[in-house]
């Protein structure tokens, strides 16, 4: 079993930032793919970023590139998403998942494909 806790989201004015945390446990940590996704009010949950297991390769959505950075500290079983210019329309729970699958792609989107899930972090942009 893995546990992924968030942190880091809170109440946000529009072009402010805030730093999103994933918290994972196990020692394997580094051979997990994990990603960050959300779910607006109203709206089914969404593809946010990715990062493989050695965090050189990453994907985002596109109305994130240029303003989202996700990266990991393997050292700390962590997973962060950098979140600049911040815009009303990023007001979401956020939650990171874990991919513990042997596989030939570095990246994944798809949520089915990540079998663990964090509690969510509530992110509100203020206009």
């Given amino acids: 079993q893995v546990q992924l806790v968030e942190s880091g989201g809170g109440l946000v004015q529009t072009g402010g930032s805030l730093r999103l945390s994933c918290a994972a446990s196990g020692r ?13 009010p109203g709206k089914e949950r969404e593809f946010v970023a990715a990062i493989s ?4 390769s990453t994907d985002y959505t596109e109305s994130v590139k240029g303003r989202f950075t996700i990266s990991r500290d393997n050292a700390k079983n962590t997973v962060y998403l950098q979140m600049n210019s911040l815009k009303p329309e990023d007001t979401a729970v956020y939650y990171c998942a874990a991919d513990l699958k042997s596989s030939i792609y570095a990246i994944v989107r798809a949520q089915v494909e990540y079998a663990y899930w964090g ?5 509100t942009v203020s206009s």
């Fill in 28 to 40: 394997t940590f580094s051979s997990y793919r994990m990603g960050w996704f959300r779910q607006a």
């Fill in 53 to 56: 297991r050695s965090g050189a």
């Fill in 119 to 123: 509690q969510g972090t509530q992110v």
